[in-house]
């Protein structure tokens, strides 16, 4: 299940405790008994290649930027990270913090970056507030790792920057093509850039370039539409096994980063618990069993909060550097953690 059915469950659940019955569409009766509906594609990996020929032995980066085809079966969707003498993910002190933002020093984000966009193209739209925190933390944290990290050898280094965002496919296709699907429903939206303008951008203060890389992150998420979905469901079909299927990342390159977003995923559901005298949360928080590499998310937040929150797990030399950084701490209202 990915987050919108988990928003799902959320919600149902919150309804219940107001004693409210749910919506025809989201149960199925089993006697007395109310189920919620979720309804999972069971075939959506299963092997249906007609011939030999058919059958998936590799996965071309061109076409398919997200996936690498490992034979080793270690997936499904499990970064293939090279035995390349570098230092193993396990071995890398881990840690995370929470940077809050307020929407007004987002509003000033978005002002600046649409000012700059004008002047390019009198036509342009502003950027979402997604895509804006998106680029501002991938410059950032990708400027702090590639000071303070050495988990790589200088020549394994990418010669891109990658972003990676969780996109949900069902928004973006036709209603019969997501007809009720209710499993993991997310596709992953990989931007890449070259390093060297990534780790440029807000030398000075400059707008521009983080106007540049949001619209590039938003014309990326743009691609995921039908033929994005038609050609990785058929991609998942010629694999005869699914744990062939591997993600193309290494968590030790500094320049990429795994962004996703929680905030409207059930922050909205009203509550009445017994003894519990609020309706919504005060806050919403992550659990992790241990701490990423690489990885920030955007914690669920009610409309009228008035700030976003980022759940941001780099290695601990390189979070000590982001603290100390001036141009990403300028934004920042305050850091829990």
Not at 193 to 213: N, T
Not at 283 to 310: N, T
Request: contains cysteine; neutral net charge; aromatic residues 8%.
């Amino acid at each position: 299940m990915d987050g919108a059915g988990t928003a799902k469950v959320l919600e149902c659940f919150a309804a219940q405790t107001r004693g409210e019955e749910l919506d025809a569409s989201s149960i199925w009766k089993k006697g007395e008994t109310s189920i919620l509906n979720l309804y999972v594609d069971m075939d959506l990996l299963r092997y249906t290649a007609d011939n030999e020929d058919d059958k998936c032995t590799a996965i071309d980066e061109r076409e398919f930027p997200e996936y690498q085809f490992d034979p080793h079966c270690r997936g499904p969707t499990q970064p293939i990270i090279p035995n390349d003498g570098g230092t193993s993910t396990s071995d890398i002190p881990k840690t995370g913090k929470i940077f809050i933002f307020t929407t007004a020093a987002l509003k000033e984000m978005k002002a600046g970056s649409f000012a700059e966009l004008k002047k390019l193209n009198p036509d342009a739209s502003p950027q979402s507030t997604y895509a804006l925190l998106a680029a501002l933390a991938w410059t950032r944290i990708a400027i702090a790792r590639v000071q303070t990290e050495n988990f790589l050898l200088p020549h394994e280094r990418s010669d891109r920057a990658k972003m990676s965002n969780p996109v949900n496919w069902k928004l973006r296709v036709s209603s019969s093509a997501a007809c009720g699907y209710s499993g993991n429903g997310v596709a992953k939206a990989v931007t890449v850039l070259h390093p060297d303008f990534l780790l440029s951008v807000h030398r000075g203060g400059c707008f521009k370039q983080l106007a540049l890389i949001a619209r590039e992150i938003n014309s990326t998420i743009l691609r995921v539409d039908s033929d994005f979905v038609i050609s990785r469901k058929n991609l998942y079909r010629r694999l005869v096994e699914p744990r062939q299927l591997g993600l193309r990342w290494d968590y030790r390159q500094p320049t990429h980063l795994n962004f996703n977003s929680w905030r409207h995923m059930g922050a909205e559901a009203k509550w009445s618990l017994p003894g519990v005298s609020v309706t919504y949360p005060d806050a919403i928080r992550k659990l992790p069993g241990e701490w990423g590499i690489g990885d920030v998310l955007i914690l669920l937040g009610r409309a009228d909060s008035g700030r976003y929150e980022l759940l941001i797990s780099p290695p601990e030399v390189s979070m000590k550097a982001l603290c100390e950084d001036d141009c990403w701490m300028t934004w920042v209202d305050r850091v829990v953690g």
